[in-house]
């Protein structure tokens, strides 16, 4: 079967750090990919994790381990518009299913001033 | 001014109807996608394109339908047969690539109510 956990709500204080984890055990992987998703918008690409280690882009940087089935989203300096919903997704490397994504549920962060 | 537009934003339909929702790109991108989601839960696959006159089902895929007619176009068809049609629904599309691991863009989506 196919499993991606994230955590389901988180706070933080503008200008703090936040870690947003998200574990995974799916049939085939090819990468993970990070969106952010505001409130009744569509989700937009953050970054894609395919070799072990970290990935910086600007103040946001995602990191995988796949003998762990771990990845986290980091971000640095938070501001109030980065108030959303943070997917992770699995790129699936098998069959007919090749490129499709599997969605965590994803994390609501809060940015409080 | 590339893109993907999906219409229209906002749909309302009586129970029992069929309704039909757009999504159009002109990224020339050859695989293309369309996901529902609802309320805590992550987005879910219905149907998928990678190639024109060619899709296979998702995870969903039971009451709704495809077609993909042109590389531009891949529209969506809830049919009354879908339990519990209400929900955002999202179209995305991505370039073809070593091992279709390119990145999904997404549209805007479309908020459709069943009443």
């Known amino acids: 079967g196919q499993n991606i956990d994230q955590p389901t709500e988180m706070t933080a204080t503008e200008g703090a750090i936040v870690q947003i984890n998200c574990t995974y055990q799916?049939?085939?992987?090819?990468?993970l990919f990070w969106y952010q998703q505001h409130a009744g918008e569509a989700p937009t690409f953050l970054s894609y994790?395919?070799?072990?280690g970290l990935e910086e882009k600007g103040r946001f940087s995602s990191f995988l381990s796949r003998s762990k089935g771990y990845s986290y989203l980091l971000l640095k300096e938070l501001q109030m518009k980065d108030s959303a919903s943070y997917l992770c997704a699995v790129s699936l490397n098998y069959g007919g299913s090749q490129g499709n994504l599997i969605f965590g549920k994803g994390t609501k962060l809060s940015v409080k001033p | 001014d590339g893109g993907i537009t999906q219409s229209p934003k906002y749909l309302f339909r009586k129970e029992g109807q069929n309704v039909t929702l757009s999504c159009e790109q002109n990224?020339?991108?050859?695989?293309m996608y369309w996901y529902r989601q609802d309320p805590g839960q992550g987005l879910r696959l219905i149907y998928y394109?990678?190639?024109?006159?060619?899709?296979q089902k998702g995870d969903i895929a039971e009451g709704y339908s495809v077609s993909r007619e042109k590389k531009e176009s891949f529209p969506l068809t809830v049919t009354s047969a879908q339990k519990n049609p209400t929900a955002f629904y999202l179209c995305a599309s991505s370039p073809p690539g070593a091992g279709f691991t390119d990145t999904q863009y997404f549209g805007p989506g479309t908020r459709l109510t069943v009443l």
């Open positions: 799916t049939s085939g992987f090819n990468g």
């Open positions: 394109s990678q190639i024109v006159n060619d899709f």
């Open positions: 994790n395919v070799l072990d």
């Open positions: 990224l020339n991108h050859d695989a």
